[in-house]
């Protein structure tokens, strides 16, 4: 599975979707591994950008940010990518993701 996580210092996921300049990509199969780091161009004055975040990530199953739009909602279906809202450190938020993943699995 490859998650990917919006985040201004790939430390904490801390932004909107639309205002994701930078989105850090992991793949999961028995452990976490960081993937790459991906520079998204978000004009800081226009709005509903989420669909050039969801298009910069379309190789990811998960994409994780604070929050995001219904626009982006609806790209990201038609993209085959599930929107995740959280919140927090990188690695909290993605072993959330994952404990919940392996529980709904069980």
Known sequence: MRL???SSDGENV???LG???SVF???YDDDLKF???RDVEISDDAKHQGGKVIKMCN???VLIAVQYGFKSKIKANDAGIKLVMDEGPVDDVLQ???D???FMKS
Do not use: S
């Open 4 to 6: 990917a996580v919006v």
């Open 14 to 16: 801390d932004l909107h």
């Open 19 to 21: 205002r994701g300049k």
């Open 25 to 27: 990509v992991y793949d």
């Open 35 to 37: 993937v790459e780091r």
């Open 59 to 61: 190789d990811c199953d």
């Open 96 to 98: 959330r993701y994952i």
């Open 100 to 102: 919940h993943v392996n």
